[in-house]
T-cell receptor, first 111, second 115 residues
Framework: ELKVEQNPLFLSMQEGKNYTIYCNYSTTSDRLYWYRQDPGKSLESLFVLLSNGAVKQEGRLMASLDTKARLSTLHITAAVHDLSATYFCAVPYYNNNDMRFGAGTRLTVKP | ETGVTQTPRHLVMGMTNKKSLKCEQHLGHNAMYWYKQSAKKPLELMFVYSLEERVENNSVPSRFSPECPNSSHLFLHLHTLQPEDSALYLC??????????????FGPGTRLTVL
């Protein structure tokens, strides 16, 4: 069965600092998705990574995918308060028509 | 309407009530999903419908009953719920190719409180 693990689960960081969130998965997949969820809200798509070595950047966030290592990273550069949210990675569960989500990383950026 | 819509957005019900949650997707996708999100718990997949057929139900209690009349609409019928069923219920849709789900698009969710 496909397992998706994120770490850390909780991250408190100061504004201006850099940090990386990690997402490991247990079976072969050539794609991975990152989502953001604000408190009390739904999930919104952040990045779609469709191949080994894929890198996507938007603002202070950059996501990458290494399918051989079964690892994706979400790097935060010079964090700002607006980035405070929960971030989920998700991997397609082949032949099951669905997606498996990590437990989420709750990020809090403090002034 | 665009994307994925859900109604109602908030629902309070007693344990003996019967209610239904509705989801509609305007993206032309062929798969729809129900998720449950409880406080401090991971996202739980409840049901998957692909091409209007239920593919997976993840051992969800029978007090939750899904219905997918067509590829654009998904319902979750609720009856005799328990207080621990209080949660945010999220609907999502995606395009499935060869058994693999593409990017999922989520609705705004229904916040359910069971008294």
């Amino acid at each position: 069965e496909l397992k998706v693990e994120q770490n850390p689960l909780f991250l408190s960081m100061q504004e201006g600092k850099n940090y990386t969130i990690y997402c490991n998965y247990s079976t072969t997949s050539d794609r991975l998705y990152w989502y953001r969820q604000d408190p009390g809200k739904s999930l919104e798509s952040l990045f779609v990574l469709l191949s080994n070595g894929a890198v996507k950047q938007e603002g202070r966030l950059m996501a990458s995918l290494d399918t051989k290592a079964r690892l994706s990273t979400l790097h935060i550069t010079a964090a700002v308060h607006d980035l405070s949210a929960t971030y989920f990675c998700a991997v397609p569960y082949y032949n099951n028509n669905d997606m498996r989500f990590g437990a989420g990383t709750r990020l809090t950026v403090k002034p | 309407e665009t994307g994925v819509t859900q109604t109602p957005r908030h629902l309070v019900m007693g344990m003996t009530n019967k209610k239904s949650l509705k989801c509609e997707q305007h993206l032309g996708h062929n798969a729809m999903y129900w998720y449950k999100q409880s406080a401090k718990k991971p996202l739980e997949l409840m049901f998957v419908y692909s091409l209007e057929e239920r593919v997976e139900n993840n051992s969800v209690p029978s007090r939750f009953s899904p219905e997918c009349p067509n590829s654009s609409h998904l319902f979750l019928h609720l009856h005799t719920l328990q207080p621990e069923d209080s949660a945010l219920y999220l609907c999502a849709s995606s395009q499935v190719h060869g058994g693999a789900a593409g990017e999922q698009f989520f609705g705004p969710g229904t916040r359910l409180t069971v008294l």
